[in-house]
């Protein structure tokens, strides 16, 4: 009967403070609602929870250029997006050796993507310099279903997408994958973490790491 009692009087959580993640990159924004804070990552599990937005003031923390598509959502589903960008995105500060890079990226065995922001990048790259086809027979590498979405977005499918959205399960998959002593070059931020590039260079590879733009 005390076990009964103590369910009986359970306090129950609303909705509203619920966790949910929304299908908008591999980070994690904040969202606000009701007075309370929580992560939101992907909206895929917010779509069935729409009644809980209606009327909620949503934060996105996002660069501004990466926010559209996420508000067009949240509005749909009855939600007030706020955009107040926490991260800028900038060419990088010497951009010769990504120039380079871009020229040549038919030279290597694999291009890695690890956001969509390197891929946004590379493609204007590619359009300033008038190249078509910057990928040649290259294969591609993606850490997620979003850079998917980008590259196809401009007619190109990627050999590879990470079967976990985190740069150290690319390491893993692409590893598997890649023949002896492959030719690599990863187009990233200017900082990020070295896993990626540290563990297909443990196992015999060659590996570019080029920065693509800057946080």
Do not use: C, M
């Amino acid at each position: 009967r005390a076990a009964i009692r103590t369910q009986q009087f359970r306090p129950k959580l609303p909705n509203t403070t619920r966790s949910a993640r929304l299908r908008t990159s591999s980070r994690p924004i904040r969202v606000r609602s009701s007075g309370l804070a929580f992560p939101l990552a992907r909206l895929s599990d917010v779509v069935s929870a729409s009644s809980a937005l209606a009327g909620k003031t949503v934060l996105l923390t996002r660069a501004r250029a990466q926010s559209e598509e996420t508000v067009a959502l949240l509005s749909a589903h009855g939600a007030k997006a706020l955009i107040f960008p926490v991260i800028s995105i900038h060419p990088p500060s010497d951009p010769k050796p990504f120039h380079a890079a871009v020229a040549s990226l038919s030279s290597y065995a694999w291009v890695v993507f690890t956001s969509v922001n390197g891929v946004r990048a590379t493609f204007e790259e590619a359009d300033r310099q008038k190249i078509a086809h910057p990928f040649g027979d290259a294969k591609i590498a993606v850490v997620g279903s979003s850079t998917t979405h980008a590259l196809e977005a401009r007619g190109v499918k990627p050999d590879l997408q990470a079967k976990e959205f985190v740069g150290d399960a690319l390491a893993k998959d692409l590893a598997a994958v890649l023949t002896e002593r492959s030719r690599v070059v990863i187009l990233r931020a200017k900082v990020a973490r070295e896993v990626l590039p540290e563990t297909l260079r443990a196992a015999g590879h060659h590996v570019d790491v080029v920065a693509a733009y800057e946080t």
